[in-house]
Nanobody
């Protein structure tokens, strides 16, 4: 059974950094993605990384501030978030599936971790 578990969310001030992690159990060889959902809004794509890490994609809104990475030996994917803005406040979800910005191409999802950025 594939399980994804996010951790590392929290409350931070604008301009600071935070790293969220996603531990995967039961399955290893998938592309991984991060999505986020702000209150009252749809879930949006944030970043995705291929199995090898050689292909990486970012949403325009986070490009240059967020970095996705993975450690296949630890079955863990990370999202390093720098220069956080209040508009980054959301529940962050990791997902495993096909490399894409479309959430419908991801088969497995974590439960989400809250990231709140205060001004």
């Amino acid at each position: 059974q594939v399980q994804l578990g996010e951790s590392g969310g929290g409350l931070v001030q604008a301009g600071s950094s935070l790293r969220v992690s996603c531990a995967v159990s039961g399955h290893s060889f998938d592309a991984m993605g991060w999505f986020r959902q702000a209150p009252g809004k749809e879930r949006d794509f944030v970043a995705a990384i291929s199995v090898s890490g050689s292909s990486i994609y970012y949403a325009d809104s986070v490009k240059g501030r967020f970095t996705i990475s993975r450690d296949n030996a630890k079955n863990t994917v990370y999202l390093q978030m720098d220069n956080l803005k209040t508009e980054d406040t959301a529940v962050y979800y990791c997902a495993a599936g096909r490399l894409s910005s479309r959430e419908t191409l991801y088969d497995y999802w974590g439960q989400g971790t809250q990231v709140t950025v205060s001004s």
